[in-house]
């Protein structure tokens, strides 16, 4: 069981939606994502594209209630990290998220992976860009899906903005 700040305790038997706490901003404020040193910021700063963790059609768009993407596939198809960088979170403590991966890429970016049936990699490990880090679960309604974010400075971005093929 893990307990953050302001999220509720959770087991993986009472999973619901989150509809306005984003849990994982949490883990982050909770000192679970150190500050990279500035010389490994300088050259992560430097990645210009990031890969689409998985292929699959677009369940859901960004907007302000979705704060990442909703991308279709199979139970058990393989996920990807979409850019190198520091493994912060890989857990399935977090409500609402199903197994959940968060990816620290550099002081700017930080990436999460939720609804996955399996997880490769642990907390603390270092990820390349393409990387195999899960196994795609199902959504809360119970469709195969992920779930996919990334935050700039702390805030939502629109992945398709930054996702190239």
Known sequence: ML???AVSC?????????????????????GAAKPYSEKISKALNGQSKWRWPVVGSLLLPYSAKNKGIDISGRFGEP??????????????GLRG??????IRHNDQYLSAYAYNS???????????????????GNS????????F?????????????LLSY
């Open 79 to 92: 996920i990807y990290a979409a850019s190198s960088g520091k493994v912060v979170y890989a857990g399935g």
């Open 10 to 30: 959770a087991t993986t038997e009472n999973y619901a939606p989150v509809i306005d706490v984003n849990a994982y901003e949490a883990v982050i404020k909770a």
């Open 3 to 5: 307990c953050i700040a």
């Open 140 to 147: 809360a309604s119970g469709a195969p899906s992920l779930h």
């Open 97 to 102: 998220y199903g197994q959940l991966i968060i």
């Open 118 to 136: 399996r997880i490769h990699v642990h907390d603390g490990e270092w990820v390349k860009k393409g990387q195999y880090i899960a196994n795609m």
């Open 149 to 161: 974010e990334i935050r700039r400075n702390g805030n939502p971005v629109n992945p398709l903005n």
